[in-house]
């Protein structure tokens, strides 16, 4: 005899007694308040041990072009193989999300998908199911059978930055404003960085999170307003860059859970903040370390060999877009490198299957991955216009230069757009969107070159015309002669979202020397601007700018430079 647990109105009785059999479900009026959606819930074989389901999703908000339906079981249920839906479990909770043929859900419409599972104990049928983070089989309050698509309501938008302003951090703000020339980008958008549990609730006096959101509300008005965060604190984190190593060890994912991801999705999830469209950029600097700095690489580091053996990296990243991905209104967008990190062929396609890993662990679906983010607190250019990767000089492929290296891409545009395919072809939606932070890779100014390098062989070609002047792309602390690049905007290419400026000008990579801190920040040589380089700059000279303070804290100088050398430049 098969068990279910129905979607009802919440003004209607239940139909079924105590024989267990399946409750029925009314359909909604004109006037009365619909649940967004239905979830009955079957089991239609039981033999003790083990067990069969049959699950029937009915959408009763505005059409899905994919979908994911999650529950928890109270009991010792797991899921062993599932037909119609792609089902991962992580400990009590399960997620189903759509295959590919079957991710369109009108209003009004349903689909189904069945499961086998074993248990011990007890069979109990889940209390609770959500649909895209929006809570099933209860009433919604009111209001129309179909609420209209927009934040809150659990229909995405497929940009959240079209038609959109986006939020200007008021203490970045003051600091820029305060710098002489400063008012002329002191209103820019910028991220706002949780890089830290205390960074939650404000750290000295500063702002938290939801004073950040209560802002966002005033500046929002009767208008669209992104508010873009950036989601850093994963245990031992940064494992190749001291700089911006984290208060957490590499063992205490529990405390990255319960203490920091759980209380921002909370706040986030309050209906306080519905309006709002909440970018949130996960952990930068994390996946693609398990990748190219760990075993036999030159590049490995012993902390990264950690991390991967592990596996907290790919739980947290997961962790953290399950549990921001059930917030309607959130769009989760992984970190994603840089060219000049992961554009080698033995990375590229290897940091792609990564993060589909994690995208898919603790619970986590694709579904709750909107995009990626590129070039985040790094240099390289934008679009490099006076050569290709396809150009030869001399019988040689620029390829074969010093800079470029064999890298199959030569700046961040190129590269965002061909790993997005990638991205795709190992199982991301296709309607995924990019990010690109254009921050600091404007290099302008005097050194900026006007055309093509000399042609006498392909390193002067390159070098000549290259408008990145690091003296490595491995090189990221502060580097001297950076400038601010494109102002943020939405769509400005294809498969693109946003040009943004996640890592905001002005706030150090890392300091120059020791600074004894309280934040869990340590030395960084790559920071230090006589350091003569390791594996991952090729044993080059750091390119760093002195006298810089820790990571995160204000860094007046490269302000200025950045200003100075911005392109466009700045009026």
Not at 62 to 67: C, N, P
Request: with cysteine.
């Amino acid at each position: 005899m098969s068990r279910s647990r129905t979607a009802i109105l919440a003004a209607l009785a239940l139909v079924a007694g105590a024989s267990g059999t399946a409750l029925a479900v009314v359909p909604a009026s004109p006037g009365i308040a619909a649940v967004p959606c239905t979830v009955d819930y079957k089991v239609q074989n039981d033999w003790g041990t083990g067990f069969t389901a049959n699950v029937t999703v009915t959408n009763n908000s505005a059409a899905k072009s994919s979908w994911a339906v999650k529950w928890t079981y109270a009991g010792s249920q797991k899921v062993t193989n599932a037909w119609n839906a792609k089902v991962s479990q992580s400990g009590a909770a399960v997620t189903a999300a759509n295959e590919s043929y079957n991710g369109t859900l009108a209003t009004g419409g349903s689909v189904s998908f069945g499961f086998q599972g074993t248990y011990s104990g007890t069979n109990a049928i889940p209390a609770t199911f959500t649909l895209d983070g929006v809570t099933c089989n209860v009433d919604d309050g009111g209001g129309p059978t179909t609420p209209p698509p927009g934040p809150g309501t659990g229909n995405r938008v497929d940009n959240p930055y079209a038609g959109a302003k986006v939020y200007v951090n008021p203490e970045w703000s003051a600091k820029a404003a305060a710098e002489p020339g400063g008012s002329r980008i002191a209103n820019q958008p910028t991220g706002v960085w949780l890089d830290r549990i205390a960074a939650i609730n404000g750290v000295g006096g500063g702002m938290g999170l939801r004073a950040h959101l209560d802002e966002a509300l005033r500046q929002k008005g009767s208008g669209e307003l992104v508010v873009q965060l950036v989601i850093y604190n994963l245990p031992g984190r940064d494992c190749a860059a001291l700089a911006s190593n984290g208060e957490l060890g590499p063992t205490e994912i529990d405390k990255y859970k319960t203490q920091y991801i759980d209380p921002i999705a909370a706040i986030l999830g309050d209906s306080k903040y519905a309006g709002l469209r909440i970018v949130t950029t996960i952990e930068i600097d994390s996946l693609p370390n398990l990748v190219t700095n760990t075993g036999s690489r030159p590049t490995a580091t012993a902390q990264c060999d950690v991390m991967k053996a592990n596996g907290n990296y790919v739980k947290g990243v997961g962790y953290a877009l399950n549990k921001l991905g059930d917030v309607a209104n959130v769009y989760n967008y992984i970190d994603a490198g840089h060219h000049g990190w992961i554009g080698w062929d033995d990375n590229f396609g290897a940091s792609a299957t990564v993060m589909k890993e994690a995208a898919t662990a603790e619970g986590a679906t694709v579904n709750d991955v909107h995009g990626f983010i590129a070039n985040t607190a790094n240099y390289s250019a934008l679009k490099e216009n006076n050569f290709t990767i396809n150009d030869s000089v001399a019988g040689k492929s620029v390829r074969e230069s010093k800079w470029v290296d064999w890298n199959r891409y030569v700046d961040e545009l190129s590269f965002a757009q061909a790993f997005r395919n990638q991205l795709v072809s190992v199982g991301f939606n296709s309607g995924i969107g990019m990010l690109i932070d254009t921050s600091r890779n404007g290099w302008g100014g005097t050194a900026r070159p006007a055309g093509p390098g000399a042609t006498t062989n392909v390193d002067t070609y390159v070098n000549g015309g290259r408008y990145d002047r690091r003296i490595h792309i491995g090189n990221w602390c502060n580097q001297s002669g950076a400038g601010l690049g494109e102002r943020p905007q939405a769509a400005p290419a294809a498969g693109i979202d946003a040009y943004v400026w996640m890592k905001p000008p002005g706030e150090s990579d890392g300091s120059s020397s020791a600074i004894p801190n309280d934040e869990g920040k340590g030395f960084d040589r790559m920071c230090d601007p006589t350091y003569t380089g390791n594996a991952r700059n090729g044993n080059n000279l750091s390119g760093a700018l002195p006298n810089a303070p820790l990571s995160g804290h204000w860094f007046s100088a490269q302000f200025q430079q950045l200003m100075q050398n911005a392109y466009p430049p700045l009026s």
